[in-house]
């Protein structure tokens, strides 16, 4: 079985290497030149829109999934004419726009914040005096990791960022004073069959994730919140593969942040702490077999090592941090791999940790 890959970064990387184990060949097709899924699995490079390239990439695969929610929907479209697409183009484009996607989510009684579609000026105002201070103003696609997003908490910020994102489609949402970040990371097979992994405690900084906790601080009634939304969300999409939503943590609420049709950054610790990633049971459901557990199997911390590694030697001296390079070139605000801790002692943890933060403090 042959599982084609739109996108060649690491999380491509990431579902080829659990893909080899169960016997199943990968192929990317990324547009750069370079790559770091293609250290490990077959490339072909091309643009989105260019059909032949697209044709001789879908040839002999089985089915094809995605790595990130900004491949073009009619290239998905495309494909899934004549290979299927897993998780379906619908998803695609229901994640692909801000406003779709909170539309989305709040009609299938999934509490937002609220928001406002900007398309000038006017509605710029217009939805201030509505919504008032503190906003975040974003762009309604292509964002990620804090891009093309601005957070306003006055009258002078408001000038600055309408200078900096106006112009384009834009989404207006209300800040939201949450307690804590989570993520759930949902996987539904072909079967219907759906499995979760326990809820994630994320933290970020700058809009880049830097570390992922679990299990979590959350409640049992949060938890049951965050199962409920995905299981809804996959229904209403014939879903099949990895799903994640990101969710801010209000007393014991839960307000959606945004979905990804994909595996996730918060989930790299399944890697190493759960008896099956995120990656591979997505290959799992991709490809019509059953799903794996998603058992937790201690706790864990995630590390995300941005703009450069850190001295390999060093932090991983203790024997019980595991060490995950995406074969990329440093370069500040790039997420280049991730650490996974799995002390059984925390204090043991909580210096590590430090020495981590420490040595990663110049790399950003």
Known sequence: MRIGILGGG???RMMSLAAYPLNIQTRIYEPAPESCAAQV????????????????????CDSVTYEFENVPIETARWINERVPVYPPPEALRVSQDRIIEKTFLQDLGIRTPAFRAINSRADYDRAIQELGFPFVLKTTRFGYDGKGQMVVKSLEDQEKAWILLGGRPLILEQFVPFDSEYSIIAVRDRSLAIRTYDLI???????????????????????????KAAAAVMEKLDYVGV??????????????????PRV??????????AVTSQFENHMRAVAGLDLGSTELLKPV????????MPDRQKIC??????????????????????????HSDSIAADSLEELFWKEMADSD
Request: one cysteine or more; charged letters at 25%; aromatic letters at 10%.
């Open 243 to 260: 799903l994640t939503i990101e969710f801010f943590g209000i007393g014991e609420d839960l307000w959606a942040n945004e979905m990804a």
């Open 10 to 12: 690491q999380l491509a």
């Open 41 to 60: 699995t077959e490339r072909i490079q091309g643009e989105y829109d260019d059909f032949r390239a697209l044709f001789q990439f879908i040839q002999g």
């Open 301 to 308: 911390r995630m590390l995300n090592c941005i703009g450069r």
């Open 264 to 273: 996730h950054n918060s989930g790299h610790w399944t890697i190493n702490a």
């Open 201 to 227: 405690e994320n933290q970020h900084r700058e809009g880049i994730l830097r570390r992922s906790v679990c299990p979590s601080s959350a409640s049992e009634t949060q938890k049951r919140l965050a199962r």
């Open 317 to 342: 001296a203790d024997g019980w941090t595991k060490y995950h390079d995406y074969g990329k070139s440093s370069r500040a605000g790039r997420k280049v791999g991730h650490l996974t801790l799995m």
